[in-house]
């Protein structure tokens, strides 16, 4: 999943008039303002109730779904390969939203100041907080993907990170 990927992706949901906000290492490297690393796929939150203008969109750009783990998430992929990863969100008056987890009654937590941005190739996107980013990164064995994007966050923002 390339930069450029990304920006079309973006594209098409924007025009679906859809929202939505890039997380995993997307995320971590939009917060950052540049790539560092490469990416496998794209992990987009996108508001619940607007899932089928989603679904409908990414269709008309060739992605179909790949893997389904509702209410928690779901992978739509296109015939090059490339992955986006979508996430429920369930939004509060507040601004903050949860998205089910596999943990019946557990679900996961966005407080409303983890909605921010950061920038894809000098354009500036929707993506999750670094606070969120580390917040989510918490409770299992990291990756070598894992250790490289906490590092990344820890020299930009100075965040403390658990590994």
Request: charged share 25%.
């Amino acid at each position: 999943m390339t930069g450029d990927d990304v920006l079309e992706i973006l594209d098409v949901l924007r025009a679906a008039g859809t929202d939505v906000w890039i997380g995993g290492g997307w995320g971590i490297d939009a917060l950052l303002g540049r790539q560092t690393r490469p990416h496998r796929d794209l992990d987009l939150m996108h508001r619940e109730e607007q899932e089928p203008a989603v679904v409908a969109a990414l269709a008309g750009a060739g992605f179909a779904e790949s893997l389904d783990q509702r209410p928690v998430r779901f992978v739509v992929a296109d015939a090059t390969g490339r992955e986006i990863d979508l996430h429920p969100l369930v939004f509060a008056s507040d601004g903050s939203a949860t998205q089910a987890s596999p943990e019946p009654g557990h679900p996961f937590r966005y407080p409303a100041a983890c909605f921010v941005t950061g920038a894809v190739r000098d354009s500036t996107v929707p993506c999750l907080s670094a606070e969120q980013q580390v917040s989510f990164h918490q409770g299992y064995e990291p990756s070598d993907r894992d250790r490289h994007d906490m590092a990344r966050l820890r020299e930009a923002f100075g965040i403390a990170t658990h590994f």
